[in-house]
T-cell receptor
Framework: GDSVTQMEGPVTLSEEAFLTINCTYT??????LFWYVQYPGEGLQLLLK?????DKGSNKGFEATYRKETTSFHLEKGSVQVSDSAVYFCALALKTSYDKVIFGPGTSLSVIP | ETGVTQTPRHLVMGMTNKKSLKCEQH?????MYWYKQSAKKPLELMFVYSLEERVENNSVPSRFSPECPNSSHLFLHLHTLQPEDSALYLC?????????????????FGPGTRLTVL
């Protein structure tokens, strides 16, 4: 069935370090891919998305490229800040009778000064 | 602020109580969702309403009863819950797929209701 796998963490990095959070997916058809972020005490917020192969989503210094050949959508940021500490969810969305979204388990990131 | 509000933000209830969670979206969307987020588990989709009709019910126990009176409001009625139902309940909304639209629309989430069942 359709699924999303991502590294579970927790991931702890020093400020200004390089971040990669791996995400791979299994899906029938051609899903759209998303990264959502959840800050402490809040709901999920869309961070970035890509709707077709080779698209690159970017926002707030984060980037991810839709790789159909490797079924991956890895999240990267060149220099993390303390304010980036949050849980990051990779997700795929399929068009059915509604927008069916399947989330990965989430990766907790802590950035220390 | 995502345009989706949820009340209450925190709720503590006994197993014999009846309570309701409320979600309201101000984005003009026509699809709304309830998710359950438990510690150490992936986000679980519970219910989906599209154009005020329920289109998905993911094997959710009957002690959870959703209601969607219009496209802006979504409720989750709770009764005789169990302690294992304690979780963060998240509401989301999006635009329903239009004819010819090939890409799913982004879902916008509320801040959630933290539910504790004693």
């Amino acid at each position: 069935g359709d699924s999303v796998t991502q590294m579970e963490g927790p991931v702890t990095l020093s400020e200004e370090a390089f971040l990669t959070i791996n995400c791979t997916y299994t899906a029938t058809g051609y899903p759209s891919l998303f990264w959502y972020v959840q800050y402490p005490g809040e709901g999920l917020q869309l961070l970035l998305k890509a709707t077709k192969a080779d698209d690159k989503g970017s926002n707030k210094g984060f980037e991810a490229t839709y790789r159909k050949e490797t079924t991956s959508f890895h999240l990267e940021k060149g220099s993390v800040q303390v304010s980036d500490s949050a849980v990051y969810f990779c997700a795929l969305a399929l068009k059915t009778s509604y927008d069916k979204v399947i989330f990965g388990p989430g990766t907790s990131l802590s950035v220390i000064p | 602020e995502t345009g989706v509000t949820q009340t209450p933000r925190h709720l503590v209830m006994g197993m014999t109580n009846k309570k309701s969670l409320k979600c309201e979206q101000h984005l003009g969307h026509n699809a709304m969702y309830w998710y359950k987020q438990s510690a150490k588990k992936p986000l679980e989709l519970m219910f989906v309403y599209s154009l005020e009709e329920r289109v998905e019910n993911n094997s959710v126990p009957s002690r959870f009863s959703p209601e969607c009176p219009n496209s802006s409001h979504l409720f989750l009625h709770l009764h005789t819950l169990q302690p294992e139902d304690s979780a963060l309940y998240l509401c989301a909304s999006s635009h329903k797929m239009a004819l010819g639209q090939t890409n799913p629309d982004t879902q916008y989430f509320g801040p959630g209701t933290r539910l504790t069942v004693l």
